[in-house]
Structure formats: C-alpha cells, structure tokens
T-cell receptor
Framework: AQKITQTQPGMFVQEKEAVTLDCTYD???????LFWYKQPSSGEMIFLIY??????QNATEGRYSLNFQKARKSANLVISASQLGDSAMYFC?????????????FGPGTSLSVIP | DGGITQSPKYLFRKEGQNVTLSCEQN?????MYWYRQDPGQGLRLIYY???????QKGDIAEGYSVSREKKESFPLTVTSAQKNPTAFYLC??????????FGPGTRLTVL
C-alpha cells in the first residue's frame, strides 16, 4: 500500500536560516506526483510545490525547493531564509494513480517553528 | 475571484442528527475531494469524485455520504452512523498540474 512518512513531528529553525523537512514515500507505481502543503494555525491548506516522478530537475518555487531522490524514495522540502510567517504545519503528499482514479494521500505532518 | 468555498465555517450538531457540509468551486475542475483532519494529525480521505454523477469511497467513508449532481458542487453529509464526527473537514479540487486547491474548512462539533 502507498504510504507517506514524515519522521520529524516538530522542528525549530532560526529566522533567516535554511531548514529541511523530511519526507519518504512508498509506492510501486512508476508514475506519481509528490506535493508539499503548508497549514497555518488558521487551518487553510496552501499548496507549495509539486514534483512529478519523471521530472529530472528538482522543483523550485521561490524560497521552496524539493530535494527529490527517486532511488531513495525521498522528497524533502527545503525552505531557505526562514521567516516568522513560515511557522506552520507542513504536509508531504503523494498522488497515487489508482486503477481508475487519482488519489492523494498525506503524511502525518511536521510542525515548524521559526525562532526570531 | 476563483476558488473553493465551504460553509459553514463552524457547525454544531446534536448526537443522532445528520448534517450537510457545503463545498462549491468555480475553478472548473473536474475532480473534487473531501478530507477529515483530527487534531495534530494529517488528512484522511473520505470521498472523491472525478466527474459529475460519479464518486468513490476513500479510506474512511463509513458514516458519510456525498453527491455530485453539478460540477461546481460536492456536498458531504455526516450521518448519525458516524460514531465520532467531531473534526475539521476540508474540501479540495484538483487543478491542471495535479495540485489540490483547498477550501477554508468546516469545524464540526458534536454536542
């Protein structure tokens, strides 16, 4: 069965420093997509970045980059130059191409706290 | 503005009552999803729909029902059969690049 693992329940980072949030996944599919979402205390889910399994380049979106290591089945999120507004829950997710439908599964999340 | 709306933001239900959570999108997306989130946990898939008049059970569909009569609308009914319905419910639709766009969520509390 497909599964997403995020082994860091909580992380702290100094403002302006970079931080890496870990994500490993398990799937037998060759075609899949990996996502990262941010959830502030307000509860809304904000899409950050996407990586397709066939993409050769690591995805980047502003201060966010995805360190995709396909052989290791890892898709770590790197946030550069952390800001106080980055304090939130972060979820790694995988799109599983099922028999007929596209299904997305989420990891348990990592709580990031940015320290001034 | 394009987006997903969910209503109400907060909902209180007495035990034994059915309640319906609204989800509307004007993004012209085909696929829509309902998730449940319990405190300190990730999202679990309740139901999903790829096209109008079609939907599939997710991982925790028991005690829930949905309909998809219009592309824009995907309401979720929490029935009295759901034993522990107090949670945060999120609706989403899937965009062209496969990312999911989420609504602001509904917090349901059973009294």
């Amino acid at each position: 069965a497909q599964k997403i693992t995020q082994t860091q329940p909580g992380m702290f980072v100094q403002e302006k420093e970079a931080v890496t949030l870990d994500c490993t996944y398990d799937t037998s599919d060759q075609s899949y997509g990996l996502f990262w979402y941010k959830q502030p205390s307000s509860g809304e889910m904000i899409f950050l970045i996407y990586q397709g399994s066939y993409d050769e380049q690591n995805a980047t979106e502003g201060r966010y980059s995805l360190n995709f290591q396909k052989a290791r089945k890892s898709a770590n999120l790197v946030i550069s130059a952390s800001q106080l507004g980055d304090s939130a829950m972060y979820f790694c997710a995988m799109m599983d191409r099922g028999v007929s439908y596209d299904k997305v599964i989420f990891g348990p999340g990592t709580s990031l706290s940015v320290i001034p | 503005d394009g987006g997903i709306t969910q209503s109400p933001k907060y909902l209180f239900r007495k035990e034994g009552q059915n309640v319906t959570l609204s989800c509307e999108q004007n993004l012209n997306h085909d696929a829509m999803y309902w998730y449940r989130q319990d405190p300190g946990q990730g999202l679990r898939l309740i139901y999903y729909s790829q096209i109008v008049n079609d939907f599939q059970k997710g991982d925790i569909a028991e005690g829930y029902s949905v309909s998809r009569e219009k592309k824009e609308s995907f309401p979720l009914t929490v029935t009295s059969a759901q034993k522990n319905p107090t949670a945060f419910y999120l609706c989403a639709s899937k965009g062209r690049e496969n990312e999911q766009f989420f609504g602001p969520g509904t917090r349901l509390t059973v009294l």
